[in-house]
Protein backbone atom coordinates (compact mmCIF):
# COMPACT_ATOMS: atom_id res chain seq x y z
CA UNK A 1 0.00 0.00 0.00
CA UNK A 2 2.88 2.55 0.48
CA UNK A 3 4.04 2.09 -3.09
CA UNK A 4 0.26 2.98 -4.50
CA UNK A 5 0.01 6.13 -1.65
CA UNK A 6 3.51 7.10 -2.86
CA UNK A 7 2.60 6.73 -6.72
CA UNK A 8 -0.49 9.48 -5.63
CA UNK A 9 1.81 11.57 -4.05
CA UNK A 10 3.91 12.13 -6.51
CA UNK A 11 0.92 12.19 -9.39
CA UNK A 12 -0.23 14.86 -7.15
CA UNK A 13 2.84 16.90 -7.34
CA UNK A 14 3.40 16.51 -11.45
CA UNK A 15 -0.41 17.55 -12.09
CA UNK A 16 0.71 20.58 -10.23
CA UNK A 17 3.63 21.56 -11.49
CA UNK A 18 2.79 19.62 -15.11
CA UNK A 19 5.98 17.90 -15.49
CA UNK A 20 6.18 13.85 -15.74
CA UNK A 21 5.90 11.55 -12.51
CA UNK A 22 8.78 9.74 -14.11
CA UNK A 23 10.93 12.52 -13.40
CA UNK A 24 10.46 12.20 -9.87
CA UNK A 25 11.00 10.19 -7.23
CA UNK A 26 10.47 8.96 -3.42
CA UNK A 27 13.20 11.05 -2.62
CA UNK A 28 13.04 13.96 -4.50
CA UNK A 29 13.62 17.24 -2.46
CA UNK A 30 9.89 18.99 -3.32
CA UNK A 31 11.18 22.63 -2.61
CA UNK A 32 14.82 22.30 -3.05
CA UNK A 33 14.92 20.05 -6.89
CA UNK A 34 10.99 20.68 -7.19
CA UNK A 35 10.77 24.74 -6.47
CA UNK A 36 7.29 23.89 -4.78
CA UNK A 37 6.19 26.88 -3.07
CA UNK A 38 3.60 27.02 -0.35
CA UNK A 39 0.54 27.70 -2.68
CA UNK A 40 1.76 24.74 -5.11
CA UNK A 41 2.01 22.83 -1.87
CA UNK A 42 -1.53 23.85 -0.81
CA UNK A 43 -3.10 22.63 -4.14
CA UNK A 44 -1.23 18.66 -3.59
CA UNK A 45 -2.42 18.83 -0.26
CA UNK A 46 -5.90 19.60 -1.82
CA UNK A 47 -5.80 16.47 -4.13
CA UNK A 48 -4.66 14.20 -1.73
CA UNK A 49 -7.25 15.06 0.56
CA UNK A 50 -10.12 14.70 -2.64
CA UNK A 51 -8.24 11.21 -2.84
CA UNK A 52 -8.13 10.05 0.38
CA UNK A 53 -11.13 11.74 2.24
CA UNK A 54 -8.64 12.91 5.48
CA UNK A 55 -8.04 16.63 6.09
CA UNK A 56 -4.40 18.20 6.52
CA UNK A 57 -3.03 20.82 8.76
CA UNK A 58 -1.86 22.65 5.72
CA UNK A 59 -0.74 25.36 8.09
CA UNK A 60 1.22 23.40 10.11
CA UNK A 61 2.67 21.46 6.95
CA UNK A 62 3.60 24.62 5.25
CA UNK A 63 5.37 25.47 8.21
CA UNK A 64 7.23 22.18 9.02
CA UNK A 65 8.37 22.52 4.89
CA UNK A 66 12.21 22.50 4.25
CA UNK A 67 14.56 21.95 1.72
CA UNK A 68 14.88 18.22 2.53
CA UNK A 69 11.08 17.86 2.19
CA UNK A 70 10.61 14.74 -0.22
CA UNK A 71 8.03 12.60 -1.31
CA UNK A 72 8.64 10.31 0.84
CA UNK A 73 8.04 12.49 4.08
CA UNK A 74 4.57 13.56 2.20
CA UNK A 75 3.79 9.66 2.93
CA UNK A 76 4.55 8.96 6.05
CA UNK A 77 2.06 12.22 7.06
CA UNK A 78 -0.62 10.47 4.84
CA UNK A 79 -0.17 6.87 6.69
CA UNK A 80 0.14 9.12 10.52
CA UNK A 81 -3.47 10.52 8.96
CA UNK A 82 -4.31 6.42 9.05
CA UNK A 83 -4.40 6.26 5.47
CA UNK A 84 -3.46 3.08 4.02
Known amino acids: MFEKIQQN ?3 AVANQLE ?3 ADIT ?3 SLTEELKLDSLDFVEVCI ?7 VEFDTEELSKSMSASTTVNDVVEYLISLGVN
Open 9 to 11: VIE
Open 47 to 53: ALEDIYG
Open 19 to 21: MDP
Open 26 to 28: SET
